[in-house]
């Protein structure tokens, strides 16, 4: 072919024209050159026609998409249910330095004129959330479906409102009224200008941190441990329009987010009726609550219920909130879970305040008076109560580095017993702290099973003072708990039973106590237990955290009330006995008393009290308390010759407990053997089951000298009377002592069975328990029968009666063992005086011979059995036919006392104290085979 090839080109005239050109060359072929001529108001129009067109197909394509899944409710759902709904479209664009963004978001407006099925109306203008100024909030994802049901009349879903924060993002300022179209998504109408907000950061090598939590920028953090709330604030927040929140529930500063979080449960009774059933009002409370709280609501959806009550559920940055109501019934539960580290109890006061309210006054309700007139009578105003409980969900050891629960006080008693319970008709808090040592918590609680939260009230009501309830408070009052670092200290109902009982076993038991020391005892109530007794010279006070006394004057002033004891203060630390040292116990105890034991004798303590932390605590303090051995022959050397230690050492263990050796109590059990290495000579440990605790509490007494067990033994009488001189008189007449007497100290003398089988798990201790423990089941028990009562002539030609064996009888058998426990045992106080009145029997009469008491002391003496077990000496008189037994000796005795029990008196040992008794009351058995017609000689 000749010529070259056609080429065509395009040119932005309009109209379109097909010419020849002028320069067409033709050949052969046929072929020439053409020009084609567009206008660009052509191209132009073409193009936005296709854009539009695209689009279009695009977003009804997308709707009907979503429609079919259920995102977004057709129209074919809400036809004859809800009223013809408006959907506005927002399209919100944000711009980063690597790529841009398009985000949707989709609203739905309802008309205000419609009703639903139950005539409620349904076209609630609801608040959406809004973006908290400061705070950084990642854009999310969204999905839901909705289901048709005829028990709900509305369905309202609002998403998060980030107008303001984008329109601070691009410098502009909008201000809106809030009515319709004034937000781009929601319509919630409140202007969120000057929030700061900035987007996260895909590229920034902190945005995927940043973004996975939302946490307010340049915000202060205010512990939990620093909220001081008074009951007034707590429980009159909303009178006060008081907002009590620390937000440190909502700190996430250190970017570890674990798989666990805070759960609160809320429920309030007597709301007004009308609130509950406003699913306006409970949507625009929710949004405050989160707002105050400082958390970000997402998006919350809405359901007004057939034929009354609205049920709602928010989706927080956080996690969720939700809540349901009864409006007939008054009542609200309302639950809110977060992602943090911290409590959510500082919010329960905006909880009260924005859900509790209180129920309208219907002034036109009338009555009769007492002469029949009709009156009107305004209906009493009952305010709103809440029941709450606080829980740890989730997991955290495995996943947090170094956690441990027993670090965290929500892991410990104050979450398990209190802020995890919704049983108590009053729960407070009264204070939250942190001292330089330790957290400290006061709850004040009324438990529902306990005590009648009506009688109570009944009381605080009664200006007259007349009724029952007026006049005796404290029968009706909530109780006030302690907690240190999480664990319980000490509780009001439990007050006395506990520090009487650390304290006054131990004064009671030594003769003179002059001088005592406490480690511990911050509050003030072991204290106070101490300047009751008219001996006490001077107290010393140890205690490491000077904050914790203090705050105990303030919040449980009953604790230190020394006000009623004739002689003392209103505050026990102000009396002038008392010395109080804020220092660490451990080293004053060890710099003064040193492990040689060279000190002054004049600065020993006749009783040491150590009422400090609980042997199971893991920190650093509770392990050099209990397992130190220079600190803990620091107090053998701190005491005087007849010195008492007495020590709380923590619940009583269970019997299903391994041996406290190898178990969480093993601090307790390097203690007590602690005790015995250093030189004591007798330890006890009893349990006091009213302490207010979850769990029996115990205490070990040690006694330096071994003559001090007598003192413990003595009998129910004998603590009485030395109760009543021994301690000081109170200025009301009223019982010096709430819980300790005689009688009491009596169960403090045998433990419980639970430290006997604990002590008896050890294998080293096996072989006293089965040789101790009641008696053996191959015990052999020769009847009264299988022995006879001879006359016979002694040596000396005098005629006496002896005892004979009928048959024979094996070695280690009793005789008569039934009759032989029911003896007589003179206890060492006793048989002191039994001694001493013999020495003077006859004398005053004139007469040389013995008296009777002389001839009975005599006859105990030979023909009885008695020992010096109990720190002095006592003695048994058997009342059975063994009491015609004569006397032998060293050489000729075959029925005594079996040798091998003396290596039962150990210095600590359960067993032998619990079963004493049968102990000295069984004591003698044959030594030897017995043949039959042989005497029996003791």
Same mark, same amino acid.
């Given at each position: 072919?000749?010529?070259?090839?056609?080429?065509?080109?395009?040119?932005?005239?309009?109209?379109?024209?097909?010419?020849?050109?002028?320069?067409?060359?033709?050949?052969?072929?046929?072929?020439?050159?053409?020009?084609?001529?567009?206008?660009?108001?052509?191209?132009?129009?073409?193009?936005?026609?296709?854009?539009?067109?695209?689009?279009?197909?695009?977003?009804?394509?997308?709707?009907?998409?979503?429609?079919?899944?259920?995102?977004?409710?057709?129209?074919?759902?809400?036809?004859?249910?809800?009223?013809?709904?408006?959907?506005?479209?927002?399209?919100i664009?944000?711009?980063?330095?690597?790529?841009?963004?398009?985000?949707?978001?989709?609203?739905?407006?309802?008309?205000?004129?419609?009703?639903?099925?139950?005539?409620?109306?349904?076209?609630?203008?609801?608040?959406?959330?809004?973006?908290?100024?400061?705070?950084?909030?990642?854009?999310?994802?969204?999905?839901?479906?909705?289901?048709?049901?005829?028990?709900?009349?509305t369905?309202?879903?609002?998403?998060?409102?980030?107008?303001?924060?984008?329109?601070?993002?691009?410098?502009?300022?909008?201000?809106?009224?809030?009515?319709?179209?004034?937000?781009?998504?929601g319509?919630?109408?409140d202007?969120?200008?000057?929030?700061?907000?900035?987007?996260?950061?895909?590229?920034?090598?902190?945005g995927?941190?940043?973004?996975s939590?939302?946490?307010?920028l340049?915000?202060?953090?205010?512990?939990?441990?620093?909220v001081?709330?008074?009951?007034?604030?707590?429980?009159?927040?909303?009178?006060?329009?008081?907002?009590?929140?620390?937000?440190?529930h909502?700190?996430?500063?250190?970017?570890?987010?674990?798989?666990?979080?805070?759960h609160?449960?809320?429920?309030?009774?007597?709301?007004?009726?009308?609130?509950?059933?406003?699913?306006?009002?409970?949507?625009?409370?929710?949004?405050?609550?989160?707002?105050?709280?400082?958390?970000?609501?997402?998006?919350?959806?809405?359901?007004?219920?057939?034929?009354?009550?609205?049920?709602?559920?928010?989706?927080?940055?956080?996690?969720?909130?939700?809540f349901?109501?009864?409006?007939?019934?008054?009542?609200?539960?309302?639950?809110?879970?977060?992602?943090?580290?911290?409590?959510?109890?500082?919010?329960?006061?905006?909880?009260?305040?924005?859900?509790?309210?209180?129920?309208?006054?219907?002034d036109?309700?009338y009555?009769?008076?007492?002469?029949?007139?009709?009156?009107?009578?305004?209906?009493?105003?009952?305010?709103?109560?809440?029941?709450?409980?606080?829980?740890?969900?989730?997991?955290?050891?495995?996943?947090?580095?170094?956690?441990?629960?027993?670090?965290?006080?929500?892991?410990?008693?104050?979450?398990?017993?209190?802020?995890?319970?919704?049983?108590?008709?009053?729960?407070?808090?009264?204070?939250?702290t942190?001292?330089?040592?330790?957290?400290?918590?006061?709850?004040?609680?009324?438990?529902?099973?306990?005590?009648?939260?009506d009688?109570?009230?009944?009381?605080?009501?009664?200006e007259?003072?007349?009724?029952?309830?007026a006049?005796?408070?404290?029968?009706?009052?909530?109780?006030?708990?302690?907690?240190?670092?999480?664990?319980?200290?000490s509780?009001?109902?439990?007050?006395?039973?506990?520090?009487?009982?650390?304290?006054?076993?131990?004064?009671?038991?030594?003769?003179?106590?002059k001088?005592?020391?406490?480690?511990?005892?911050?509050?003030?109530?072991?204290?106070?237990?101490?300047?009751?007794?008219?001996?006490?010279?001077?107290?010393?006070?140890i205690?490491?955290?000077?904050?914790?006394?203090?705050?105990s004057?303030?919040?449980?002033?009953?604790?230190?009330?020394?006000?009623?004891?004739?002689?003392?203060?209103?505050?026990?630390?102000?009396d002038?006995?008392?010395?109080?040292?804020?220092?660490?116990?451990?080293?004053?105890?060890?710099?003064?008393?040193?492990i040689?034991?060279?000190?002054?004798?004049?600065?020993? @303590? &006749?009783v040491?009290?150590?009422?400090? #932390?609980? $042997?199971?605590?893991?920190?650093?303090? =509770? %392990?050099?308390? +209990?397992?130190?051995?220079?600190?803990?022959?620091?107090?053998?050397?701190?005491?005087?010759?007849?010195?008492v230690?007495?020590?709380?050492?923590?619940?009583?263990?269970?019997?299903?407990?391994?041996?406290?050796?190898?178990g969480?109590?093993?601090n307790?059990?390097?203690?007590?053997?602690?005790?015995e290495?250093?030189?004591?000579?007798?330890?006890?440990?009893?349990?006091?089951?009213?302490?207010?605790?979850?769990?029996?509490?115990?205490?070990?007494?040690?006694?330096?000298?071994?003559?001090?067990?007598?003192?413990?033994?003595?009998?129910?009488?004998? @603590? &009485?009377?030395?109760?009543?001189?021994? #301690?000081? $008189?109170?200025?009301?007449?009223?019982? =010096? %002592?709430?819980? +300790?007497?005689?009688?009491?100290?009596?169960?403090?003398?045998?433990?419980?069975?639970?430290?006997?089988?604990?002590?008896?798990?050890?294998?080293?201790n096996?072989?006293?328990?089965?040789?101790?423990?009641?008696?053996?089941?191959?015990?052999?028990?020769?009847?009264?029968?299988?022995?006879?009562?001879?006359?016979?002539?002694?040596?000396?030609?005098?005629?006496?009666?002896?005892?004979?064996?009928?048959?024979?009888?094996?070695?280690?058998?009793?005789?008569?063992?039934?009759?032989?426990?029911?003896?007589?045992?003179?206890?060492?106080?006793?048989?002191?005086?039994?001694?001493?009145?013999?020495?003077?029997?006859?004398?005053?009469?004139?007469?040389?011979?013995?008296?009777?008491?002389?001839?009975?002391?005599?006859?105990?003496?030979?023909?009885?059995?008695?020992?010096?077990?109990?720190?002095?000496?006592?003695?048994?008189?058997?009342?059975?036919?063994?009491?015609?037994?004569?006397?032998?000796?060293?050489?000729?005795?075959?029925?005594?006392?079996?040798?091998?029990?003396?290596?039962?008196?150990?210095?600590?040992?359960?067993?032998i104290?619990?079963?004493?008794?049968?102990?000295?009351?069984?004591g003698?058995?044959?030594?030897?085979?017995?043949?039959?017609?042989?005497?029996l000689?003791?």
């Open positions: 072919m000749g010529g070259k090839s056609p080429t065509k080109a395009c040119t932005t005239n309009t109209p379109t024209s097909v010419q020849p050109s002028p320069s067409v060359e033709t050949g052969g072929s046929g072929i020439g050159r053409f020009t084609f001529r567009l206008s660009g108001k052509f191209v132009l129009a073409t193009f936005l026609i296709s854009t539009l067109v695209t689009f279009s197909v695009g977003w009804v394509a997308r709707l009907v998409l979503l429609s079919k899944l259920g995102i977004f409710p057709s129209s074919n759902y809400f036809h004859g249910y809800y009223h013809e709904e408006s959907t506005e479209l927002a399209v664009s944000t711009k980063s330095k690597k790529k841009k963004s398009v985000h949707w978001q989709l609203a739905i407006e309802a008309d205000d004129g419609s009703k639903g099925m139950s005539g409620k109306g349904v076209s609630q203008q609801l608040p959406a959330p809004k973006v908290i100024a400061g705070k950084e909030v990642p854009y999310t994802t969204y999905t839901s479906k909705t289901f048709h049901t005829s028990a709900v009349t369905a309202n879903t609002l998403h998060i409102d980030r107008t303001a924060t984008l329109m601070e993002m691009f410098g502009k300022s909008r201000k809106g009224d809030g009515g319709k179209g004034d937000d781009i998504v319509n919630g109408g202007n969120m200008e000057g929030n700061g907000y900035a987007p996260c950061s895909a590229s920034s090598s902190e995927s941190k940043m973004c939590r939302g946490k307010v340049d915000q202060k953090k205010n512990e939990i441990g620093s001081n709330l008074s009951v007034m604030e707590f429980d009159n927040a909303e009178e006060n329009n008081t907002i009590i929140n620390d937000y440190s909502n700190s996430d500063e250190d970017g570890l987010h674990l798989p666990a979080g805070q609160l449960l809320v429920d309030i009774k007597d709301v007004d009726s009308n609130f509950l059933d406003s699913e306006e009002r409970l949507a625009t409370a929710m949004i405050e609550l989160i707002n105050e709280s400082k958390l970000t609501l997402l998006s919350y959806h809405c359901h007004s219920l057939v034929p009354i009550g609205v049920s709602c559920v928010g989706v927080l940055l956080e996690s969720h909130i939700s349901h109501t009864w409006p007939l019934e008054g009542v609200i539960t309302l639950d809110l879970f977060t992602c943090g580290g911290n409590p959510l109890i500082p919010v329960l006061p905006s909880i009260k305040r924005l859900f509790g309210v209180a129920r309208e006054v219907i036109d309700v009555m009769r008076d007492e002469i029949g007139e009709r009156v009107q009578a305004k209906e009493e105003l009952i305010k709103p109560s809440m029941l709450w409980a606080h829980k740890l969900r989730g997991f955290r050891e495995g996943f947090a580095p170094s956690y441990s629960r027993d670090n965290n006080p929500l892991d410990l008693d104050l979450g398990r017993y209190v802020l995890g319970k919704l049983d108590f008709d009053i729960k407070r808090p009264l204070i939250s942190e001292t330089d040592f330790q957290r400290v918590d006061v709850y004040e609680l009324l438990y529902s099973n306990l005590r009648n939260v009688s109570y009230y009944k009381g605080l009501d009664d007259t003072g007349t009724s029952y309830e006049r005796h408070p404290e029968l009706f009052a909530p109780d006030r708990v302690l907690f240190l670092d999480g664990v319980i200290q509780s009001l109902y439990g007050d006395a039973a506990y520090h009487e009982s650390i304290v006054h076993p131990a004064m009671m038991t030594h003769s003179n106590p001088k005592v020391a406490i480690i511990g005892g911050g509050e003030g109530a072991t204290l106070r237990e101490v300047l009751k007794h008219r001996s006490v010279e001077k107290a010393v006070m205690e490491i955290d000077e904050e914790i006394v203090t705050l004057r303030d919040i449980l002033p009953e604790w230190s009330d020394c006000s009623d004891i004739v002689g003392s203060t209103a505050w026990c630390l102000e002038e006995r008392v010395e109080a040292r804020y220092e660490d116990a451990i080293q004053y105890f060890k710099s003064r008393f040193t040689d034991g060279t000190v002054d004798g004049d600065e020993r @303590f &006749d040491i009290i150590m009422d400090a #932390l609980d $042997p199971n605590m893991e920190n650093e303090f =509770a %392990l050099d308390l +209990y397992k130190s051995d220079d600190y803990i022959r620091s107090l053998y050397n701190g005491l005087t010759e007849s010195g230690l007495a020590v709380q050492i923590g619940e009583t263990p269970g019997s299903e407990y391994p041996p406290d050796e190898i969480q109590f093993a307790r059990a390097h203690m007590i053997q602690g005790l290495v250093v030189g004591f000579q007798s330890i006890h440990v009893y349990e006091e089951s009213h302490s207010g605790f979850q769990w029996p509490w115990s205490t070990v007494v040690a006694f330096k000298d071994f003559s001090s067990r007598a003192s413990w033994y003595r009998s129910s009488a004998e @603590f &009485d009377l030395d109760v009543c001189r021994r #301690l000081l $008189p109170t200025k009301s007449g009223s019982p =010096a %002592l709430r819980n +300790y007497d005689g009688a009491q100290h009596h169960v403090y003398q045998s433990p419980s069975k639970v430290f006997e089988s604990n002590f008896c798990l050890s294998q080293e096996h072989n006293k328990c089965t040789d101790s423990i009641g008696f053996p089941p191959n015990v052999v028990d020769m009847p009264a029968p299988s022995v006879e009562v001879k006359k016979i002539i002694s040596a000396e030609g005098s005629k006496e009666v002896g005892l004979f064996a009928r048959n024979d009888l094996p070695k280690n058998s009793f005789i008569s063992l039934n009759h032989q426990v029911a003896g007589f045992i003179a206890l060492p106080s006793t048989w002191s005086v039994l001694k001493t009145v013999a020495a003077m029997d006859g004398l005053s009469s004139g007469k040389r011979s013995p008296g009777t008491i002389s001839k009975f002391v005599n006859y105990m003496e030979g023909r009885g059995f008695c020992s010096s077990f109990l720190g002095k000496s006592y003695c048994c008189a058997y009342s059975a036919i063994t009491i015609f037994m004569r006397s032998g000796n060293e050489f000729t005795s075959n029925y005594n006392f079996d040798q091998s029990n003396e290596d039962k008196t150990s210095i600590y040992c359960p067993v104290a619990r079963h004493i008794k049968q102990f000295m009351a069984s003698k058995m044959t030594t030897r085979h017995i043949k039959a017609g042989e005497e000689l003791a």
